[in-house]
């Protein structure tokens, strides 16, 4: 009887200390039991005043744990010595970092030094979904610590959007993720928008239909045509709903109505084209598929020992 108490008690302390080091669901529970609030407070706020800013702040996640692991490395400020990931021309369209700065400030407030900014990024792109898409609730874990290392040159890492599926599948392979997982990744893409120099290369010499993307449909054509005539910087939206996170993403590819490459080619692609099929009629396959998903990509390289940054924008 007696050893079997002392045994519960080292399987607890066990457990305890191996969620101290890695990452957990309950990770500020008691060091922070507001956190979660503070941030979906902070994202909820920002979002009732710019809705776009949702997928401003899915994209950054996206972009963090791409390069060098989910480490907040994309937060970093270039500083007089170094290019910082966030120069680079692959950093179109990042937005949101206010809204990261002011969870920060408000965390900073409650608890010092304790909730990383890799978790706060996090915790806002989950959260900018939730806001998205009423229902699609899910818990991640926590516990990730901050880089110290932000390189422009890292950017090579993110995949162009020029890929084709085979270059996608193998991409994201190496990061071990499957075929489906990168397909549902891709369906971040139902919030937003890209601008014209992300898809222009689809409409070269679009007056002669022989240079033409072959896999798009003419009227949609026609429209990336007009929004490209106001130059690269104008924007088109993934999907006719930018704002709502659902699966008309997946049945815009099904019209040839996919905005970049890298969209169009899982549907053109007859090894990805059953799962854009399946999640354009199903989109609670493609609520719990993504949900997955995104959980593994919050875990890519992460950092379990370093700092956790007092100013998200710089190393302490
Ligand atoms: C599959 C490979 C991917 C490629 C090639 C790609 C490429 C791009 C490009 C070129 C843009 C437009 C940038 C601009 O013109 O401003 C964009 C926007 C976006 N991407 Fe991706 N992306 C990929 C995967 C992902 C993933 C996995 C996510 C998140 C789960 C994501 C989320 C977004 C969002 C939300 C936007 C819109 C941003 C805004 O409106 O501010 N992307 N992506
Ligand atoms: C993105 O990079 C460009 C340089 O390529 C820079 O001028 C711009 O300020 C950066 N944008 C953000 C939001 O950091
Ligand atoms: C995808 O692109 C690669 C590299 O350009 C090429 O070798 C391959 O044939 C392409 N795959 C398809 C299906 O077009």
Partial sequence: MRFDAI?????????????????????????????????????????????????????????????????????????????????????????????????????????????????????????????????????????????????????????????????LIKMFGQKGFTAQEMVALSGGHTLGVARCSAFKNRLKNFDSTHDVDPNMDTQFMKTLVKTCSAGDTAEQPFDATRNNFDNAYYRALQRQAGLLTSDQTLMTDPNTRPIVNAYAMNQAMFF?????????????????????????RKIN
Avoid at 292 to 312: F, H, I, P, S
């Fill in 7 to 167: 045994m519960k008690v080292v399987v607890m302390l066990v457990i305890m200390l191996r969620h101290c080091n890695g990452l957990s669901m309950n990770y500020y529970m008691l060091s922070c039991p507001m956190a979660e609030f503070i941030v979906r407070n902070s994202v909820n706020s920002a979002l009732r005043a710019d809705p776009t800013l949702a997928a401003g702040l899915l994209r950054m996640h996206f972009h963090d744990c791409f390069i060098e692991g989910c480490d907040a490395s994309i937060l970093l400020d270039s500083t007089d010595d170094n290019t910082a990931e966030k120069d680079s021309p692959a950093n179109l369209s990042l937005r949101g970092y206010e809204v990261i700065d002011d969870a920060k400030q408000q965390l900073e407030n409650q608890c010092p030094g304790v909730v990383s900014c890799a978790d706060i990024v996090a915790m806002a792109a989950r959260d900018a979904v939730l806001f998205s898409a009423p229902g699609l609730i899910y818990d991640i874990p926590k516990g990730r610590k901050d880089g110290t290392r932000s390189k422009i040159e890292d950017t090579r890492n993110l995949p162009p959007p020029i890929f084709n599926s085979s270059e």
């Fill in 288 to 312: 719990f598929d993504f949900q997955r998903a995104m959980v593994k990509m919050g875990q890519l390289d992460v950092k379990e020992t370093g700092q956790v940054r007092q100013n998200c």
